[in-house]
């Protein structure tokens, strides 16, 4: 293909994840809770995931950087600092007793040190984060492969979808949930997608996640879960907390975040 073409393309998917951002940008200030923008912002989100879909390969890779494009200081975003005790207690730790639990429909759940995790094949990239609040750092990731995981966990022929479960919550008094994100099987094996235990040649740091947060580099920053504990396998999310794949989600913004 033409490299304009190419570049015209990238703008129109580019465009339409935007606007499903706004939307969902809308829906955070309380426009969501009616019901009518809820279901167009549902049918918008279809419509979007199906459009990026037919568009670009599943296979296709998200732009990667070099070295000198790393941001000098990379942004933070949502929770910073996890409260709660069991986390405190890991952190203590050194995270020597934290261990990422691969399950659901799998054939072979397993758990993993961070050290087991580290001595698996890695994975490093520089890629550009994009938050939907409109702000965007390049940052270098090492990690392992979601993909080395899941094979050797072996998929169920009904699972669908990942599921990651966070050590933290957002929200105060009656508000509190839990983080959680979701992501579909072909972003799930693309080779861009990392469990994060590096960033910029150092331990990832509390602020940014640690001991591990998920880097899916086709969308957009509230995908990437941080503090990640434990990875499920699922035919469907509709029974998981608000049913809508994430905890914003959840609050209305899209499932599929593409960009
Ligand atoms: N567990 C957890 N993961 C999270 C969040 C969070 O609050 N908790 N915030 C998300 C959002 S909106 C963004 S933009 C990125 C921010 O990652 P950073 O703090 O490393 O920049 O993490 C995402 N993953
Ligand atoms: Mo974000």
């Known amino acids: 293909m033409d490299p304009s073409g190419q570049l015209n393309r990238r703008r129109l998917i580019v465009r339409s994840g935007t606007l499903v951002g706004a939307l969902a940008l809308g829906g955070c200030q309380g426009t969501a809770e009616s019901g009518g923008f809820r279901r167009t912002l549902d049918i918008a989100t279809v419509l979007d995931y199906r459009l990026q879909r037919s568009l670009l390969p599943t296979s296709a890779m998200a732009r990667e950087y070099p070295a000198a494009d790393i941001s000098q200081i990379f942004r933070t975003k949502g929770t910073t600092d996890p409260r709660n005790l069991v986390y405190r207690k890991l952190v203590r730790d050194g995270f020597k007793n934290w261990r990422l639990l691969v399950e659901g429909m799998v054939e072979r759940p397993a758990s993993y040190s961070l050290q087991e995790l580290r001595s698996l094949p890695s994975r490093t990239q520089i890629t550009r984060h994009d938050c939907v609040d409109g702000w965007s750092c390049i940052g270098k990731w090492k990690g392992v492969p979601l993909a080395t995981l899941l094979h050797r966990a072996g998929l169920k022929s009904q699972a669908r979808f990942i599921v990651f479960h966070c050590a933290d919550t957002l929200g105060h008094s009656f508000n509190v949930a839990r983080y959680y994100e979701s992501i579909g099987l072909d972003d799930a094996f693309q080779a861009q997608t990392i469990l994060a235990y590096d960033m910029n040649d150092a331990p990832l740091t509390i602020a ?17 879960a941080k503090f990640v504990m434990r990875v499920e396998a699922v035919a469907s999310f509709a029974h998981i907390y608000g049913g809508k794949g994430g905890y914003w989600e959840d609050r209305g913004y899209a499932w599929y975040a593409g960009i």
């Not at 940014?208 to 990437?224: N, S």
């Open 208 to 224: 940014h996640g640690a001991p591990v947060r998920l880097r899916v580099e086709r969308q957009l920053g509230y995908k990437m």
